[in-house]
């Protein structure tokens, strides 16, 4: 399984902002996007579950980012809304067989190559 992140970019605080995963085949896999800022771990952001009956979030962004899914298209989304300074960083999208949904990075077989947010104050 092929993903390819995209849609980072420069957006003030306050505004919005939507991160795409686009890959073959990853209709059975749970999805989720992490992210990195400068100096610091890797962290979980939000998960989707292979059926998209299921979601998961942070709590740093509960409430201000939303994870969906489009089979038709491939792609997991990543709508963020009311972006804060602090959610600035590499936001990476992974895939996981694993039959739950999980928060553990060793669980994601698959990883984007990382699309960059910076937020603008």
């Known amino acids: 399984v092929q993903l390819q992140a995209s849609g980072g970019g420069l957006v003030q605080a306050g505004g919005s902002l939507r991160l795409s995963c686009a890959g073959r085949t990853f209709s059975l896999y749970a999805m989720s996007w992490f992210r990195q800022a400068p100096g610091k771990v890797r962290e979980f952001v939000a998960g989707i579950s292979w059926s998209g009956a299921s979601t998961y979030y942070a709590d740093s962004v509960k409430g201000r980012f939303t994870i969906s899914r489009d089979y038709a298209k491939n792609t997991v989304y990543l709508q963020m809304n009311s972006v804060k300074p602090e959610d600035a960083a590499v936001y990476y999208c992974?895939?996981?067989?694993?039959?739950?949904?999980?928060?553990?990075?060793?669980?994601?077989?698959?990883w984007g190559q990382g699309t960059q947010v910076t937020v603008s104050s």
């Open positions: 992974a895939a996981s067989s694993s039959p739950e949904l999980t928060t553990n990075q060793d669980a994601y077989n698959y």
